[in-house]
């Protein structure tokens, strides 16, 4: 029988690869722009899916641990810097959401790591306050007076591959055991749109790099 959920897991860190590998192709083209810390990014997250695949066995430190506490929140901090500063140009969004989201492990780990109603609580408090942004920046771009180029536009791509991925798989993570308690069917549907639309939004990231070529506003 054939196991689509492992073959969508390693069509997941192979997007991944492929987001890196394109901004390292394209860095030439945005070594003089903010955007170059996104090139950064994918590299470093492709990196961790790597060390959490194959290093961390060296060390004393769970995958769960790895991600939940440190490569997840990097993930949501980098994007509120991303919206925030670079597209929106509000540097008041970035610290803002930043200290709140960040203050979401407080109750997290107070009460949400033994009552499991909510799966994780700064995560889905994370996703709440990016999709704020989200929203923010579609609004943005409808009203740009340059919504007709809005293929060149690298927040375009960036921030499709984000609604698919973040907020669309939101319900997922929020009502994760009773879904896999209560709803199998459902369960496992989602579970294949979270890889799916993981591998969506990491082609979504090369192509910002590929047809993006230009920042408009």
């Given at each position: 029988?054939?196991?689509?959920?492992?073959?969508?897991?390693?069509?997941?860190?192979?997007?991944?690869?492929?987001?890196?590998?394109?901004?390292?192709?394209f860095?030439?083209?945005?070594?003089?722009?903010?955007?170059?810390?996104?090139a950064?990014?994918?590299?470093?997250?492709?990196?961790?899916?790597?060390i959490?695949?194959?290093?961390?066995?060296?060390?004393?430190i769970?995958?769960n641990?790895?991600?939940?506490?440190?490569?997840?929140?990097?993930?949501?901090?980098?994007?509120y810097?991303?919206?925030?500063?670079?597209?929106?140009?509000?540097?008041?969004?970035?610290?803002?959401?930043?200290?709140?989201?960040?203050?979401?492990?407080?109750?997290?780990?107070?009460y949400?790591?033994?009552?499991?109603?909510?799966?994780?609580?700064?995560y889905?408090?994370?996703?709440?306050?990016?999709?704020?942004?989200?929203?923010?920046?579609?609004?943005?771009?409808?009203?740009?007076?340059?919504?007709?180029?809005?293929?060149?536009?690298?927040?375009?791509?960036?921030?499709l591959?984000?609604?698919?991925?973040?907020i669309?798989?939101?319900?997922?993570?929020?009502?994760?055991?009773q879904?896999?308690?209560?709803?199998?069917?459902?369960?496992d549907?989602?579970?294949k749109?979270?890889?799916?639309?993981?591998?969506?939004?990491?082609?979504?990231f090369?192509?910002?790099?590929?047809?993006?070529?230009?920042?408009?506003?």
């Amino acid at each position: 029988m054939i196991d689509y959920n492992l073959i969508l897991e390693t069509a997941f860190i192979v997007s991944e690869g492929i987001a890196a590998f394109t901004a390292i192709l394209f860095f030439k083209d945005i070594k003089n722009s903010r955007y170059r810390y996104f090139a950064f990014y994918l590299v470093f997250i492709f990196f961790c899916e790597i060390i959490g695949m194959f290093a961390l066995d060296y060390f004393s430190i769970t995958k769960n641990l790895f991600f939940n506490y440190f490569v997840i929140p990097l993930e949501f901090l980098f994007f509120y810097w991303l919206y925030g500063c670079q597209s929106l140009q509000n540097k008041k969004l970035f610290i803002g959401f930043s200290a709140l989201f960040l203050l979401a492990f407080i109750p997290n780990e107070l009460y949400f790591v033994k009552n499991k109603h909510i799966f994780s609580f700064n995560y889905t408090f994370g996703s709440l306050l990016l999709m704020f942004l989200v929203i923010m920046e579609y609004y943005k771009q409808i009203n740009s007076e340059n919504i007709l180029n809005f293929a060149k536009n690298k927040m375009f791509y960036i921030n499709l591959g984000v609604t698919l991925f973040y907020i669309g798989t939101l319900p997922f993570w929020t009502f994760y055991f009773q879904l896999l308690s209560d709803y199998r069917e459902i369960w496992d549907a989602y579970l294949k749109y979270f890889l799916i639309s993981g591998i969506l939004m990491y082609l979504l990231f090369a192509s910002s790099f590929i047809w993006g070529k230009r920042s408009y506003t």
